[in-house]
């Protein structure tokens, strides 16, 4: 069964750690506003399994931005990353069977 939630505020505390926490269970389908006004979308997750072990991350200098959430883009088999506040739309299927 694929769900969908539209326009939610993902940027607040409430908003984060519900999508971080689905993008640890399911695939997800984020819609989001890139810098230049265009929209993308992007099918991506954070399940540990499908992410390939030269991919795992091996942890950074970087200092973490609680803005953005760098999550794994299953197609492109890359990490990329997108803005709490620019997401428009998610879309996902309970139990990860559907897509």
Aim: aromatic share 10%.
């Amino acid at each position: 069964m694929k769900k969908s939630k539209e326009k939610q505020d993902f940027a607040t505390p409430e908003g984060k750690k519900w999508l971080t926490g689905l993008l640890r269970d399911e695939e997800v389908t984020v819609f989001f506003e890139k810098k230049d006004g265009s929209m993308r979308e992007m099918h991506c997750t954070l399940i540990e399994n499908k992410i390939p072990s030269e991919k795992k991350p091996l942890g950074s200098g970087k200092s973490k931005n609680d803005e953005v959430l760098p999550v794994f883009d299953v197609e492109k088999q890359e990490w990329r990353s997108f803005r709490f506040d620019s997401v428009r739309k998610i879309e996902f299927s309970l139990g990860g069977n559907e897509k």
